[in-house]
Every structure is written in C-alpha cells, then in structure tokens.
C-alpha cells in the first residue's frame, strides 16, 4: 500500500490516482487502467480515465483515512483524530464533543493544522529549487509508514551495510542477534524485518507472530515496534496486521 506515494505530485495524490503516457495507476493499490481498453465495473462500462475513479470509490472509500494513517506527515494522533472529523464536515463544537476536549482546543489544532500546511507549500517550494529530483541520493528511502521523521531516518546505505553485520547473525534466514538500543539501529533492523511480510497482503497475529519467532525469541518486542515505528498497521481488535 501506497509504495511509491512520494513518486507523485501533491495534486496526483490528493485525488488518489495519477496519469501517464500508457493510462492511469491507483497509487492505493498500484492497479493500472489502460487508455486501449474499456472496463466493466458494478455493471457499467468506462473508459480508463473514468474506471481509475470508479475503482478508488469502490475499492477505497476510506482513501483519505489510509492516506493519514499510512504515510509520513508529522501530525500527532489527536490530530490524525481532528483531520478525519474535518473531513466528513463536522464543525469544531461537534469534534470536541467527539474527541472530548474543548472547543478551543479544536480551534487551536485547526490554526496548527493550517499552518502547518502553509509551511510545507513554502518549503516545497524551497526543496525543488535546491534539490535535483535525479541526483543520486546516498541515504536509505524513509518506509511510508513512518510517522515522526526526525534524525533517526538519516542513513545512507553505508552505515546500513555495515550495521547490517553487526545486527544480524544471518540474513538468509534471517536472525537478529539482539534488539538493539539504539533508535536508528532499530529502524535498520525493523526495515529489514518487515521484508518478510508481503505487500497487500492481511496478516493474523498468530501468523505474525510464527514469521517474528524464526527471527527472534522476543517477539512480542518486535511486533509492538513494527507498529509502533510504522513498517506495519493493525486493526483496532488486532486481528489483522499489514505492511505499510
């Protein structure tokens, strides 16, 4: 889900889907729809440009909940909680009812929240006049799913090669000597980890758990930072785990 979320403009991913020479690409699910063909859906024919649309609602209603839940944008709970409620167009006296806090508390979050996005346009700006989108980048790609991006994300491939050795008893099979202490070496260790668990696919617990145990005894620790640290999401029962 949401694999190559940060190839697309903002525009492309605010509305869920992309166009290229060929067609269109769900960037929720990566299906593609060709210009060459027409497609049934629900009993209706459409023309690609009309089908990508159609698949998102059908096959994604909760597109914009996934989009807050599963990629990098530095907002807190309670503000993932506020957005979701902004969404479906209730007022502020009406989220802090929900949410139970005060109406100025929802007020306040709703001027953070604008602001916030004031200056990510700003800096967007700034980035592509600094930064070649071709140049070669020497530091690992930042997991989607990551939520608080700071200092611990800033690896190059290097010092993931070598902390790799110091990680790892073996990578095929793959066996984690300890779990480390240290933040970045975590998220090395987790990156890696989360390989074993493939893309679009549910999991049930005791099926995560049989993986993490051929990996490392303590599981229940590797299964709490995998949520924890984004590389994986569950249901609110925690019946279901996925890779983000």
Same mark, same amino acid.
């Given at each position: 889900?949401?694999?190559?979320?940060?190839?697309? $403009?903002?525009?492309? !991913? #605010?509305? &869920?889907?992309?166009?290229?020479?060929?067609?269109?690409?769900?960037?929720?699910?990566?299906?593609?729809f060709s210009k060459d063909e027409i497609y049934l859906l629900d009993n209706h024919f459409y023309k690609a440009n009309k089908a990508v649309i159609v698949h998102? +609602?059908?096959?994604?209603?909760?597109?914009?909940?996934?989009?807050?839940?599963? *990629?990098?944008? &530095?907002?807190?709970?309670?503000?993932?909680?506020?957005? %979701?409620?902004?969404?479906?167009?209730? %007022?502020?006296?009406?989220?802090?009812?929900? *949410? &139970? /806090?005060?109406?100025?508390?929802?007020?306040?979050?709703?001027?953070?929240? +604008?602001? +916030?996005?004031?200056?990510?346009?700003?800096?967007?700006?700034?980035?592509? $006049?600094?930064?070649?989108?071709?140049?070669?980048?020497?530091?690992?790609? @930042?997991?989607?799913?990551?939520?608080? /991006?700071?200092?611990?994300?800033?690896?190059?491939?290097?010092?993931?090669?070598?902390?790799?050795? $110091?990680l790892f008893l073996s990578l095929e099979p793959l066996k984690l000597k300890q779990w480390p202490a240290k933040d970045k070496? #975590? @998220?090395?260790?987790?990156?890696? !980890?989360?390989?074993?668990?493939?893309?679009?696919?549910?999991?049930?617990?005791?099926?995560?758990?049989? !993986?993490?145990?051929? @990996?490392?005894?303590?599981?229940? $620790?590797?299964?709490?930072?995998?949520?924890?640290?984004?590389?994986?999401?569950?249901?609110?029962?925690?019946? #279901?785990?996925?890779?983000?």
């Amino acid at each position: 889900m949401f694999e190559k979320i940060y190839d697309y $403009s903002v525009n492309e !991913i #605010k509305r &869920g889907y992309a166009e290229d020479e060929e067609g269109f690409v769900c960037l929720c699910c990566q299906e593609r729809f060709s210009k060459d063909e027409i497609y049934l859906l629900d009993n209706h024919f459409y023309k690609a440009n009309k089908a990508v649309i159609v698949h998102l +609602k059908q096959a994604h209603p909760d597109y914009f909940d996934l989009l807050l839940e599963h *990629t990098s944008h &530095g907002c807190t709970e309670r503000q993932i909680e506020i957005l %979701k409620a902004m969404k479906q167009g209730y %007022k502020d006296n009406e989220i802090a009812r929900l *949410t &139970g /806090v005060a109406a100025a508390t929802i007020r306040h979050q709703r001027f953070i929240l +604008k602001e +916030k996005a004031r200056q990510a346009k700003s800096y967007l700006a700034v980035a592509e $006049s600094v930064f070649d989108p071709d140049e070669n980048d020497p530091y690992v790609k @930042i997991h989607e799913g990551a939520r608080m /991006v700071d200092e611990r994300y800033c690896v190059t491939e290097d010092e993931e090669a070598k902390a790799m050795v $110091s990680l790892f008893l073996s990578l095929e099979p793959l066996k984690l000597k300890q779990w480390p202490a240290k933040d970045k070496k #975590k @998220i090395i260790a987790l990156r890696k !980890i989360c390989e074993c668990f493939e893309r679009n696919h549910e999991y049930t617990e005791k099926e995560v758990n049989v !993986i993490l145990k051929n @990996i490392f005894d303590d599981i229940a $620790s590797l299964r709490r930072a995998l949520i924890e640290y984004g590389f994986m999401a569950r249901s609110e029962d925690c019946s #279901k785990y996925w890779r983000t």
